[in-house]
């Protein structure tokens, strides 16, 4: 298995405990949830059920039903209701004789169908049978992350605060998608590597769709804009999958990819349509939660101007080239490299990229023993002043501030005049406006490093691609 050595480490840790353990593993779609279960403990249960999506109580029930029966409750009759199932659950465990009983219930969200006492019931499974023990081993596991976090995680009833372990599950890092392609030979480069992430981000089920026989243009083409690719519909199923109700997400993703700098609450509210009250806390902490997007701060504020910004890179792609694109060509990614469109959106895609590796940035400037903090600033024209925006600033407790400035390209980055003269604006109008007293370090992050000239003594720091692909 590739990474996950502390998710393991956690898992196994659950498993060799004196106690009884309720472990919550939870994560966007994709991201390997069920196989890091399976895998850490050998394909080898007491019992082990998977939801059905988008079925009713009694359909739901007769799964579980058959998952008794296949695993050693022969006759186990249909359940009239969750407390009976549940109940001959407890009766299976116990005619169980190895050490830790291993129960994993894979997509639980999907099972607490409407009106159906879900919840309840498994609070009474858990507080009345299995915490009364010391050797079970209760795994859930679910992608719908609203419902694993209000129903357990934050649970203010019967399972308030018995969840024993929690692991967010977080998609891979550059390193870990380079592990991967090295384990499944797809024979890329750090730049395809790089671009791979740009449109695929670290979810290792859109990896494992790449054919080592093509190249990466081409498996794009392939997986995205032939007739059956598999990932030319994912974007409906992706929020299908997490919500229950996705239309309020979908509204607040799309508006927020109109908008590369981001949208405060009110500009959500204006954009998106949705009411401006407690629901939509709950939607953009979801997907916050969910790794779709940031929440940052405007430096010198508290929580104030907030701003939320679109960072995953499916989406980003989906919105850039898939969404509103109306043509239907299945080799469009290969006849559109080196276009307009194309360099914006690596660009963008980039800038993203190094927004996900911040602590790989943070590593090159050997500041992870400084107490530090990550922001974004703007500031718009005014009398006679150029705007200037600055996506990421890392704030040191140690009396720098790095301005970081990313820059995308194929060869490496030549800084000319007029790149000299942005970056200039942005440290003035910056320490203007800040009035800060620390001192400001000259960032660059750039894919393929920088030429040297006579631009280029003017950066304090730059941290080249290469460096984001550390562990």
């Keep these: 298995m ?33 196989f890091l279960i399976r895998e850490t403990f050998n394909y080898k249960f007491t019992f082990q059920h998977v939801g059905l999506a988008k079925k009713n109580t009694r359909q739901q029930l007769q799964n579980f039903q058959m998952s008794l029966r296949s695993q050693g409750y022969k006759r186990a009759p249909l359940p009239a209701n969750w407390l009976e199932a549940f109940d001959m659950l407890a009766g299976l465990i116990s005619q169980s004789r190895v050490k830790k009983k291993v129960v994993f219930i894979d997509e639980m969200p999907w099972m607490d169908a409407p009106k159906s006492s879900f919840l309840s019931a498994l609070e009474h499974f858990w507080n009345g049978f299995a915490s009364a023990r010391k050797d079970v081993l209760l795994i859930v596991c679910g992608s719908a992350t609203s419902w694993i976090t209000r129903k357990l995680l934050k649970n203010k009833q019967g399972l308030h605060n018995r969840v024993t372990c929690r692991i967010h599950l977080q998609p891979f890092t550059l390193y870990e998608c380079e592990r991967y392609a090295q384990e499944q030979r797809l024979g890329m480069n750090r730049r395809q590597l ?122 980003l792609f989906y919105f850039q080239f898939i969404a509103d694109n109306p043509v239907n060509d299945e080799h ?15 660009g963008l895609a980039f800038e993203r990229v190094c927004l996900l590796h911040s602590r790989q940035i943070k590593a090159k400037l050997g500041v992870t023993g400084v107490i530090s903090s990550e922001y974004a600033w703007w500031t718009a024209n005014e009398d006679g002043k150029k705007g200037a925006q600055i996506d990421l600033l890392i704030d040191r407790s140690d009396g720098v501030i790095n301005l970081c400035e990313m820059k995308f390209t194929k060869v490496p980055y030549k800084i000319d005049a007029a790149d000299d003269a942005a970056m200039r604006n942005k440290q003035v109008r910056f320490i203007e406006e800040t009035r800060t007293g620390k001192a400001i370090h000259l960032t660059l992050v750039s894919a ?15 941290i080249a691609g290469d460096d984001l692909f550390t562990e």
């Excluded at 956690?10 to 939870?26: C, G, I, N, T, W």
């Excluded at 631009?455 to 730059?462: C, M, N, R, T, Y």
């Design 448 to 462: 393929q490093g920088l030429v040297r000239n006579a631009f280029s003594d003017e950066i304090q720091a730059q």
């Design 332 to 346: 469009f990614w290969s006849k559109n490299l080196d276009t307009g469109a194309y360099n914006s959106w690596c």
């Design 194 to 315: 790089m671009e791979g992430y740009m449109v695929l981000g670290g979810i290792p089920y859109y990896w494992s769709l790449l054919d080592r026989e093509k190249s990466l243009a081409l498996n794009i083409d392939r997986l995205f804009f032939s007739k059956d690719g598999e990932l030319r519909g994912e974007y409906s199923e992706l929020y299908a999958s997490l919500f229950h109700h996705p239309e309020k997400y979908l509204s607040v993703i799309e508006a927020l990819g109109k908008k590369k700098i981001g949208l405060n609450r009110a500009e959500i509210v204006q954009e998106s349509r949705l009411p401006e009250n407690g629901k939509l806390t709950e939607v953009l902490e979801d997907l916050e939660s969910c790794g779709f997007i940031r929440r940052y701060n405007h430096i010198g504020m508290k929580t104030k101007g907030a701003i939320f910004q679109l960072t995953d890179c499916y989406t």
């Design 2 to 34: 590739i990474g996950r050595e502390e998710e393991q480490r956690r898992l196994h840790k659950a498993h060799e405990s004196d106690h009884s353990e309720f472990v919550v593993v939870y994560g966007r779609r994709r991201v390997g949830k069920t």
